[in-house]
């Protein structure tokens, strides 16, 4: 079930039967000169759409600005700094908190949204703990790599040039999603340089076409269907076990 294409009294009904809501989130940045500018938000909410196909589950709307500064040397890039981040989850989440959901997962597709996200849960633990609210709130943090099975199998796919950005990986999801926007181009070299992240302009001149570590031409719609479908299975298992805890 998506929230955007539901009623308020179809979300009021599913709150008979579930507490817990699915919120894809991502970022909008640069994913080197093939990537799909929307590929972190992409990924999650492509995925957490599949899941919802065949099970009782709710997706609500995609947060889809992150904290990408250092991506913000290329055009496209939007980029909410943390302070705002936070902010805005707090906001998102006690929406959500105030109609009754107590289980909140973010399913996410960008590493440097990490930090953040686990700031606005400290931020939002500790209103209701200076507030005395009941137990039970619970909020989860999960990336979609990190699914039951899904870098086995990325791995047995790019054994060499995965790298940590535009990866062929997310951009493999992206693929089988919307192959109608699948670009290519002779990438050199193969496989991009690696190293740390700072700033923008640092970051252009380190990595010039915008990849890290990685060889994206290995991407296919098929590699990408496959992820979709274990990332969407490790998704309901993950989903079902977060559902299940009870605070004690
Ligand atoms: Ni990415």
Redesign the pocket.
Known sequence: MLLHLSTWPEVEAFLTRSRTVIIPI??N?Q?GPT?LLG??WL?PEIIAHHAQKDHDILVGPTFNIGMAQHHLGFPGTISLRPSTFIAALRDWTLSLAGHGFTKIYFLN???GNVATIEAAFSEIYAEASYAGRARGFSLKLKNWWDLKEVMPLANRQFPTGHGS???PS?IAVTQWAYPDAIKTVAYSPQIAPTGPIREALDFRARYPDGRMGSDPAQASPEKGGELVRVAAEGLIADLAAFSAEVAP
């Open positions: 991502g970022s940045e994913h990537g590929t972190d990924c597709g960008h590493g950005h535009a990866t997310e």
